[in-house]
């Protein structure tokens, strides 16, 4: 360091020579110090001061003031990409964090809207089940004839059952009467005529069966509906 001499003599720093640094900012090699006049007061500006000697173990700030400014400038270059590099990160993790922030607002406000319209159907289907509620408690309690059972049970009457009609389909009994041999035609048409008259008698024993069976059930239907 070149530039670094005493502001009194003009000494450059050499071996044997010893600096001194006031705070006013001027420098003074120990050989003026001693020769010097009052002590506290700065040879150059005549203004009160402080002496403190150049050392390397002096404080950094001093330090400072006799290091290279290429070497300032690089670790200020470095000092400012450290701080770049971590000041762009911070502000693209605010960046995402601003996104997520408007996308979860905009949803938040899409659910609660949403909620809104679920409770107002929510409501209007309560309405609706109390109407409904109360519509079918005024309505007298009937018993559907669907549900009624065709065998009789505890609602039919032991008379009823006592009267009912048994119809049972009556035995036809034919009589026959002997016939002249030398008749054998007129005998066969006789035949056919008693096989008919028998056909027809079970017929018609068989719809008597069945109307009787129809009426008997729908007596216990009836009577189910009415006790």
């Known amino acids: 360091m070149d530039w670094i001499h005493c502001n009194n003599c003009y000494t450059q720093l050499e071996p044997g020579i010893t600096l001194y640094l006031t705070s006013c900012g001027h420098m003074f090699c120990n050989n003026c110090l001693d020769n010097g006049v009052q002590e506290g007061t700065c040879l150059v500006c005549k203004v009160p001061c402080s002496v403190m000697k150049l050392a390397p173990d002096m404080n950094h700030e001093i330090q400072d003031y006799f290091t290279d400014p290429d070497d300032i400038l690089q670790k200020c270059c470095e000092v ?24 979860a607002r905009t949803e ?61 389909r009556a035995r036809t009994t034919v009589s026959v009467e002997p016939r002249d041999p030398d008749t054998h035609n007129q005998e066969s048409d006789w035949q056919h005529e008693c096989a008919e008259s028998e056909v027809k008698q079970l017929e018609q024993d068989f719809l008597d069966g069945v109307h009787a069976t129809n009426a008997g059930v729908g007596r216990v239907i009836l009577k189910s509906i009415y006790h």
Do not use: D, W
């Open 80 to 103: 400012l990409q450290f701080q770049r590099r971590h000041r762009r990160r911070l502000l693209s993790y605010l960046v995402q964090s601003t996104k997520k922030f408007y996308g």
């Open 108 to 168: 938040l406000k899409r659910m609660t809207e949403l909620c809104q319209k679920q409770h107002k159907q929510l409501r209007e289907y309560q309405k609706i089940i109390k109407s409904l509620e109360s519509q079918l408690s005024a309505q007298p309690r009937q018993t559907s004839p669907f549900n009624v059972p065709i065998s009789p049970g505890n609602n039919v009457s032991p008379n009823f059952l006592q009267t009912t009609p048994n119809y049972k």
